[in-house]
């Protein structure tokens, strides 16, 4: 099984946030890279993105393309592990949201969409917007104590 974390940004970002973008992820401790649409697996045909834009998977370290530590909800002994994350599951997933944040607002997007499931299998879809992000996803998380199998739209400003 792997966990995976894969999405997009619309609409595509400008020149100058696609070099903020790639500083950024240059800089980065966590594996993101650029994917291509065919590579956003189960997603439902009305969330490929018909643009060339933002396409990305996310994983735990560059070059490595699951998500694994981020994502797997078990609770690490700080005395045992060396996993280089924090033991806390909640604080692993929220480096992921802020690394996902931090996309959305360099690339000044409309919405970012982007699924967080275990073995690519997307079960549910939710809109929501940036604000809620933290708190909707995180709560999935406590709920399902594994990746939540969702694919979430989340748009700036007001809720759909």
Not at 132 to 142: A, G, H, K, L, W
């Amino acid at each position: 099984m792997s966990n995976d974390v894969c999405g997009y940004v619309y609409p595509a970002p400008s020149l100058e946030s696609w070099m903020a973008l790639e500083e950024y992820i240059s800089k980065s401790k966590l594996g993101i890279q650029r994917i291509r649409s065919n590579e956003l697996f189960n997603y439902p045909s009305e969330f490929i993105p018909d643009i060339d834009t933002f396409i990305f998977l996310i994983g735990d370290s560059p070059g490595y393309p699951n998500a694994t530590y981020l994502t797997d909800y078990n609770e690490y002994d700080p005395d045992f592990s060396d996993i280089g994350f924090p033991c806390h599951p909640k604080d692993r997933v929220k480096i992921l949201l802020g690394a996902i944040g931090d996309i959305f607002s360099i690339c000044k997007s409309e919405k970012i969409c982007f699924s967080i499931t275990d073995s690519s299998q997307v079960e549910v879809v939710k809109r929501i917007c940036f604000s809620e992000m933290f708190d909707v996803v995180i709560s999935d998380f406590e709920k399902y104590q594994a990746p939540p199998d969702t694919l979430y739209e989340v748009r700036r400003g007001g809720c759909i």
